[in-house]
């Protein structure tokens, strides 16, 4: 499936951003995913299965500059790659099976102080 190669390519170059930037990809944190869709109504379909499986922090929105709406919410995840695919992949999926966009996902570099 093309749309699982499209996801791995993109989560290794993130991943490895995060790696160069000092990131412990062991360390669990908030990552965030976004989507996107001109039908509100096909994002607020998504985020009630999103809710389903425990996704939290949910921001539907329409930004000024666009006819576009964006839905924004976190997973609580670790970036070690078999993970974060794994949710990456599963995002991607769910967006074709609802027709919007899955833009991505994204988090703050995490490392323990020693």
């Given at each position: 499936?093309?749309?699982?190669?499209?996801?791995?390519?993109?989560?290794?170059?993130?991943?490895?951003?995060?790696?160069a930037?000092g990131?412990?990809?062991?360390?669990?944190?908030?990552?965030?995913?976004?989507?996107?869709?001109?039908?509100?109504?096909k994002?607020?379909?998504?985020?009630?299965?999103?809710?389903?499986?425990?996704?939290?922090?949910?921001?539907?929105?329409?930004?000024?500059?666009?006819?576009?709406?964006?839905?924004?919410?976190?997973?609580?995840?670790?970036?070690?790659?078999?993970?974060?695919?794994?949710?990456?992949?599963l995002?991607?999926?769910?967006?074709?099976?609802?027709?919007?966009?899955?833009s991505?996902?994204?988090?703050?570099?995490?490392?323990?102080?020693?």
């Amino acid at each position: 499936m093309q749309i699982i190669q499209q996801r791995i390519q993109q989560d290794t170059d993130t991943l490895k951003k995060l790696q160069a930037a000092g990131d412990d990809e062991q360390l669990v944190r908030y990552v965030d995913h976004s989507f996107e869709s001109d039908d509100e109504n096909k994002l607020t379909q998504l985020q009630e299965q999103l809710t389903s499986i425990g996704f939290e922090n949910f921001d539907l929105h329409s930004p000024k500059e666009t006819s576009q709406f964006l839905l924004e919410c976190t997973s609580i995840d670790c970036t070690e790659f078999h993970n974060i695919a794994k949710t990456s992949v599963l995002m991607a999926l769910l967006a074709e099976h609802y027709q919007v966009t899955y833009s991505g996902w994204g988090c703050a570099v995490a490392s323990e102080s020693v």
